[in-house]
């Protein structure tokens, strides 16, 4: 039942939906809607199972993976089958953030209970690198399959995100440079300094975005230049980026910027200013903690430091 005390079989697909958007905009994220969105899987209209399978996004149940795979391959909507793909990187970021290889030895069992199972996480990635190689797959399925598996670092990965971006189709390139941003590594520093100027808007945006999620230092003063963009999307993309990125030399730009006169552009940089305060801290912390270790380690412990122990 919606805000408006209907039953969903008695709304339009376009209520359908923004009830379902409702959900997903909602300002209480701790509350889990996966129950309900996993009720709209199987709704008529295409756009509506799109939506729900956007939600699911953000309750992860692992005995939902089998009926994900068999829409991204029977759903007769291709863009629910493309979104289907999509809707499986969540447990490719879960096998990722996962250490099977660690024993916990008699805490094993309890400290994995909450852990996505190595099984499933290895078939969801199984499944992905079979949809990404399969020529014949339309190219939403393939594209989104790299995004998917762009939360991992291991080299086959990073050969298939490179083969993707070389790949002639402007969307096939967009879907890889947003791998890129979600695989965190500064391995792809080098094609993203390039992106960061493309004439194509969309590839542009993807690059600044990917630089901002990896936190490229490098590329700050990049970042910061592009604050300064005609285009008020790049500007927009620019400013969080910067406050994602950790440069040292962020803080005035970012700070003029909260004091702009268009309130969205205010805002963004006040969020971006905070972002970046807050990685300056971490950072500042690491490196406290890295010269408390170096004088652990460096210390001998029978130096003499000129006093008495007994004084």
């Known amino acids: 039942m919606n805000d408006n005390g209907k039953n969903a079989s008695d709304l ?17 994220p701790w509350i889990d809607h996966g129950a309900i969105f996993l009720q709209f899987l199987d709704d008529q209209d295409p756009e509506v199972r799109i939506t729900a399978l956007r939600g699911l996004w953000y309750s992860p149940d692992p005995s939902l993976i089998d009926q994900l795979i068999e829409m991204a391959n029977q759903d007769p909507s291709p863009k629910v089958r493309a979104e289907a793909v999509s809707a499986l990187g969540i447990y490719v970021y879960q096998g990722e953030l996962a250490d099977y290889g660690f ?7 309890i400290l994995r209970e909450d852990e996505l199972p190595e099984a499933d996480f290895v078939r969801v990635k199984d499944f992905l690198l079979r949809v990404f190689a399969e020529k014949d797959r339309p190219l939403d399925e393939r594209r989104f399959a790299i995004e998917a598996l762009g939360f991992l670092s291991d080299p086959e990965v990073t050969d298939l995100v490179e083969e993707a971006y070389n790949r002639p189709e402007r969307e096939m390139k967009t879907s890889a440079l947003f791998a890129m941003g979600r695989s965190g590594l500064v391995y792809w520093t080098d094609i993203l300094a390039r992106e960061l100027y493309n004439a194509e808007h969309d590839i542009q945006l993807e690059a600044i975005r990917a630089v901002g999620e990896i936190g490229l230092t490098e590329l700050g003063e990049d970042l910061w230049r592009l604050t300064y963009a005609e285009d008020r999307e790049i500007m927009l993309e620019a400013i969080e980026a910067l406050g994602q990125s950790g440069w040292e030399e962020a803080f005035d730009r970012l700070d003029e910027l909260t004091l702009h006169s268009d309130p969205e552009i205010a805002q963004v940089a006040k969020e971006a200013l905070d972002e970046w305060l807050l990685m300056s801290e971490i950072a500042r912390e690491a490196e406290e903690l890295d010269l408390d270790e170096s004088w652990d380690d460096e210390t001998d412990p029978d130096l003499d430091l000129g006093w008495d122990e007994e004084e």
């Open 12 to 28: 339009t697909p376009e209520e359908r939906i923004v009830f379902l958007e409702s959900l997903l905009d909602s300002d209480e």
């Open 103 to 109: 024993d916990w030895g008699p805490m094993t069992e």
